[in-house]
Each structure stands twice: as C-alpha cells, then as structure tokens.
C-alpha cells in the first residue's frame, strides 16, 4: 500500500513536471514571436500572414484616425475574442486550453516588448533573420500542441463545417490573403520580402518538429541476414526484424532486415552489411517520428 501511494505521487509529481515544461514551452515561443513582430515585421512593414500580419496593415491604414494607428497587440486580442467564445462553444474549453495559453501569451509578449527601429537597410537579411526567429517560436508551440489563436482558429472553425476542405488549405488561402493586402498597403517588394520570411519561418518551424523525432530507417536484403542482424543488435543494442521476402527474379525465399536507428547509427548499420556481405544490398529512409523503446517513450 505503501508503495502504491509512493508510485501515485511520483506520477503525480511528474505530470506537474510535464505540464510546467509544455506552458514554459509555449511562453518561450510565444516571446520569440512577438520578437518577430515588433522588431522587424511591423517596423519595415513585413506583412506574413496570420492575425499578426492582418493587425499590421490595420495600424497602418487607422493611422489618420488614431494616433500610431491601432496597436497591434490590441487589434490581436479584439479579434481572438469572438474567435474564441465560438471555438470554446464548438470545440470545448478543454481542446482550447492549450490555444488559450498561446495566445494571451503572445498578446501580453506584443504589448510589453517594446516596437523599435533598428533601422535595417539589408531587406532580405532582415526577412530571414525574422523568419528565422518566428520560425524557432511556432515550431516550439506547435510542438506541444498548442497554437497562438488567430488565424490557425479561423481555419480550424471553417474545416468543422466544410470538412471537404483541408486546414492547411484554408490557412493558405486567409493567409494569401492577408499577404496580398499587405501588398496593396505596403508595396509589392515589401510583400516579396515577406514571402521570403514565411518560407525560412515554415522551414525553421518544421524543422524543429520533426528534428527533435528525425531518425533513419534500413532495409538490409542479403544472404548472411542472421550474421548481419546479430552484429547490429550486438554493437548497436538496437532492436532488429526479419520480414520475409522473395526475389522476383531468382525466386529465391530470404528474409529482409528492418531496423530503425539514430542519424548517426546509419553509418554505422551500412558498414556492418558491406563488411559481413559486400553484395548486401541497402536502402534507407528518413523517418519523421519513432515512439517506443530507445527513441522518444509514450507518456501517460
């Protein structure tokens, strides 16, 4: 009994642990975001997509009507609120907690880093450099999860009532959109540039979700299989399965070797197959995300 009450608080223990790692996630890519925005986006007028980039273009035109025009961190809030009481009364307040998080963060971020002008003369430097730095904080809210509002909300209710129509696809229409009108406020070379930013914003973000899972994958075809497979599992301690194959050609039965293993163990896996059986035939394969033993492990 005692044991059981010592095991229950562990995993209690390491849920808060879980969870205080997952928002400090979301608060530390959600800044990194806001960074983006008030430090070069708005400044030069790069217009990116999503609420951001929408909330941009609306400070530029209200400028004749309000001083500075409407503050970004303000256009952002009052349009996430409807957003929001819809998605909550659709999807649930548990399914929006997350988003919730993401957002304020992100709203609080733009209202308390400062919006200055470092005065950047090297457009297309100042394009990556923003991509590059968005591109960390969306990959590190994306890989818990979590989204900051916004246009990600809008696709997400417009796909509950035309599922024949994907997410992804939507989002690229809206944010399209909203690039084009930055286009028609802020000039087309401007808009260019903010193209740019979204694609190194894209690869930076995708590369931190799928870095953090990348692994590689080996089909082995060779006659010393059995030699090759306890080399691996012996030098490696990486886990092995045979799947049986036939060769079309000299309809010979022979089993084929699967294995999954780090980017550094593929060296090693190839050397082992040429040096047993150099007519051993290799393919290998980027995988994107293992679960299990010796990757990432399943939490409960």
């Known amino acids: 009994m005692w044991k059981g009450h010592i095991m229950t608080k562990k995993k209690t223990e390491n849920k808060r642990i ?3 790692r997952k928002y400090l996630i979301i608060v530390v890519g959600s800044f990194l975001m806001a960074l983006a925005i008030n430090l070069i986006y708005e400044p030069l007028g790069l217009v990116t997509g999503g609420l951001s980039g929408l909330a941009i273009v609306v400070k530029d035109i209200t400028q004749i009507i309000w001083k500075g025009g409407v503050p970004v961190w303000l ?5 996430n609120i409807p957003l929001f009481i819809v998605s909550i009364k659709i999807l649930g307040l548990r399914t929006m907690l997350n988003v919730f998080i993401g957002t304020v963060t992100l709203i609080i971020a733009l209202f308390i880093i400062p919006i200055y002008d470092f005065g950047f003369n090297d457009m297309l430097l100042s394009s990556v450099v923003g991509g590059a730095i968005s591109g960390v904080g969306l990959g590190m809210v994306f890989s818990v999860s979590a989204s900051t509002g916004g246009t990600d909300l809008l696709a997400t209710l417009i796909h509950r009532y035309k599922r024949h129509i994907s997410v992804p696809f939507i989002l690229t229409f809206i944010d399209g959109a909203i690039i084009l009108i930055g286009a ?8 260019l540039y903010a193209i740019i930013a979204v694609f190194i914003s894209a690869k930076v973000s995708d590369g931190i979700l799928e870095g953090l899972k990348f692994a590689k ?4 075809i060779s006659d010393e299989y059995d030699k090759i497979a306890k080399e691996i599992m012996t030098t490696l301690d990486r886990g092995v399965t045979g799947l049986s194959s036939t060769g079309m050609y000299s309809n010979i039965d022979r089993k084929m070797l699967f294995c999954v293993v780090s980017k550094k163990e593929i060296v090693k896996i ?4 040429k040096k047993i059986d150099p007519k051993s035939f290799v393919i290998v ?3 994107r995300e293992v679960m299990g033993e010796g990757f990432i492990e399943y939490r409960q």
């Not at 256009?75 to 349009?79: E, H, M, Q």
């Not at 028609?184 to 808009?191: C, D, H, Q």
């Not at 190839?270 to 197959?273: S, Y």
Request: aromatic share 14%; glycine share 8%.
């Open 18 to 20: 879980e969870a205080f």
């Open 75 to 79: 256009f952002t809030t009052i349009v």
């Open 184 to 191: 028609l406020v802020f000039g087309i070379g401007n808009a």
């Open 217 to 220: 994958m080996a089909y082995i």
């Open 270 to 273: 190839t050397e082992i197959a």
């Open 285 to 287: 394969n980027d995988v």
